[in-house]
């Protein structure tokens, strides 16, 4: 079964001074945040531990979803304040993406509570998958990181068996991530034209805003559970869409990612990074961050992110 490919990211001289490179109790619990794209990327740092011979465990709805999808990590349901206590107390390690969220006060009692709050806002022109493995090494003392979060698909799913299909996720977390729905729909008809089969993917709760589109826009698809959207993504032969978590599992999944984002730094950081996948910016000529703001949608062209889904194809082409 074909596999994402894994970059190795190489660390001569891990941080000696870590405080978890020679802990007697190799053994974390990872508090995952109710956001996807957060809980695919903090799952760097969970696998490359596991790698080290670390006891890992993982508490998260998202992650117990996809249990299937991660054989080699212990997954959990999310945990709510109430059992925090009784169920992380006896880690040495617990690690949480945010300082205070989703469980507020765990920094506060834990002595092992680690957060990547000064990860995620670094000024640091890698991507989130990036400087998690990065910290994983530094932070714990590991000679040698993937970076990959080790998401591998069940053996009845073919990889990109559907290698016309684009997924389009045309929503996201918060309005001001998401492209213009006209665009999507006109950017659906141009890959139509030319022998792709674009589907929008949306949660159930937001058919209701695509439902008055169903005659012109692609086949609308929503899944139940995370492990089905991966399993749909898997067999996917491209994907396309807002800044979103659906973009982070599509790269993991190794499938080849198209990102509309609305300003360079937020690319920076939020680009899925599992693999090489192509981004499209507002373009240089709108003049002002404020602008650029306000502006972002209206600036990007159908024109322009179809023309970076041409760029993207090229590149996969040339690696295969």
């Known amino acids: 079964m074909p596999q994402p490919r894994v970059s190795h990211a190489q660390h001569d001289t891990p941080a000696t001074g870590s405080s978890f490179a020679h802990a007697k109790a190799r053994n974390a619990a990872f508090v995952m945040s109710p956001a996807l794209g957060d809980s695919l990327n903090l799952m760097v740092v969970a696998h490359n531990l596991v790698r080290a011979g670390w006891q890992v465990e993982i508490f998260g709805d998202h992650a117990w979803s996809l249990a299937r999808w991660f054989p080699q990590l212990s997954m959990n349901p999310a945990l709510g304040d109430e059992e925090a206590c009784d169920r992380l ?37 890698r991507c989130m998958a990036h400087r998690f493995a990065a910290f994983a ?45 006209r665009r999507f729909i006109g ?27 169903a005659n012109v826009a692609p086949p609308l698809r929503s899944f139940h559970d995370t492990a089905d959207l991966a399993a749909w993504l898997y067999e996917s032969g491209w994907f396309i869409g807002n800044d979103s978590g659906l973009g982070h ?26 693999q090489h996948g192509e981004v499209v910016l507002p373009p240089w ?27 993207l194809r090229a590149r996969v082409a040339s690696i295969t």
């Open 187 to 213: 950017l659906s008809r141009r890959l139509s034209g030319e022998g792709f089969a674009p589907e929008f993917v949306v949660a159930e709760s937001e058919r209701s805003h695509w439902q008055p589109l």
């Open 249 to 274: 599992l599509a790269s993991a999944l190794g499938i080849p990612t198209l990102t509309v984002f609305r300003r360079r730094r937020v690319a920076h950081r939020w680009r899925p990074g599992f």
């Open 89 to 125: 107390a006896s880690f040495s390690v617990v690690v949480q993406m945010h300082r205070d969220r989703p469980l507020k006060h765990l920094r506060a009692w834990h002595p092992g509570f680690v957060d990547l709050h000064e990860i995620e806002y670094a000024d640091d022109g």
């Open 285 to 311: 000529w709108v003049p002002t961050a404020g602008l650029k703001e306000k502006w972002w949608r209206e600036s990007i062209s159908v024109r322009r992110v179809h023309r970076a889904f041409r760029v």
């Open 137 to 181: 090494a530094v932070h714990f003392g590991l000679q040698t990181v993937e970076i990959s979060n080790g998401i591998r698909a069940p053996l009845e799913f073919q990889h990109r068996r559907y290698a016309q299909r684009v997924a389009v996720h045309p929503e996201a977390s918060t309005a001001d991530k998401r492209w213009l729905a």
